[in-house]
């Protein structure tokens, strides 16, 4: 007997995530815009920082996609948000919406598209880009329970003002944790406490390899480099980091962790 289409959004989102196929940290990035979504289908202002990932959204009939209504709502959203949103975070969030639009619409579940209107934004110029987090917003951000990795990845961004690639690219062998510098053979970046702290609990006694890995073993396609010859992890990628950071700071970016005085990339 087939399953009945659901009632209410949130379990279509759910619906939608289980058949997606993803890992628990995308599904949980995919829930994070998703939900945001449903506070501007019910006209409410979508929570602001950490508290957006905590909120629980407004309980929804999924036909109210279908309602007239519905594209300009959402359309109203965005102008909301795209003043105090990264535009790569927004078209991410529009970009999870429309597939699932799409996966609803191909079960019959419903019949309109209200972000077929929608387009990309467009995308700061090179140099540009979002403010650095203020004083108040990395204080919110470092008091977040989060895994060691992140703690680490966050806090050397911030305290290092090196471009995001520049440090997941760093190598256990790079570092010279004395003197909270890299060798001279390495990109030059020295770090602050809270990064030195960090690090040797992070490392659990590994001395080669890259510094920060990802949290399955890594393919048999995976260059030497960028695996670990302890552990046999992958290299954490960009994408991934970005993922992550989206899921506790949904309405900021890695890059928005440089301090001013160095947030030129």
């Keep these: 007997m087939a399953t009945p289409p659901p009632v209410e959004y949130a ?6 995530l289980a058949a997606a196929g993803l890992g628990d940290g995308s599904r949980r ?5 998703l939900d945001t979504w449903a506070w501007a289908l019910a006209d409410r202002p979508v929570p602001a920082g950490p508290a957006r990932r905590r909120a629980r959204p407004p309980v929804l009939p999924l036909a109210l996609l279908d309602h007239p209504s519905a594209a300009d709502r959402l359309r109203t959203a965005v102008e909301r948000r795209r003043a105090g949103t990264d535009p790569r975070t927004l ?3 529009l970009s999870t919406l429309r597939a699932a639009l799409t996966w609803w619409r191909a079960r019959g579940w419903i019949t309109a598209d209200p972000a077929d209107g929608l ?18 917003q990395l204080r919110a951000l470092f008091a977040l329970r989060v895994p060691l990795r992140e703690q680490l990845l966050w806090r050397l961004l911030h305290e290092s003002g090196a471009p995001v690639e520049t440090v997941l690219a760093l190598d256990v062998d790079d570092l010279d944790l004395p003197r ?56 954490l990628s960009y994408r991934r980091a970005a993922e992550l950071f989206t899921a506790h700071a949904p309405d900021h970016t890695l890059r928005q962790l440089r301090p001013a005085r160095r947030a030129l990339a």
Excluded: F, K
């Design 29 to 33: 990035v995919y829930r994070i815009a």
């Design 91 to 93: 078209n991410r969030e």
């Design 180 to 235: 909270r510098r890299t060798h001279p053979s390495a990109p030059p970046l020295t770090w602050q406490a809270g990064t030195a702290r960090l690090l040797p609990l992070h490392l659990a006694g590994r001395t080669a390899g890259p510094l920060l890995l990802t949290d399955r073993r890594a393919p048999a396609t995976t260059p030497a480099a960028d695996r670990c010859p302890h552990t046999h992890r992958a290299r």
């Design 119 to 136: 387009r990309p934004l467009p995308l700061p110029a090179p140099g540009t880009g979002p403010a650095p987090l203020t004083t108040e």
């Design 11 to 16: 379990v279509a989102v759910e619906r939608y």
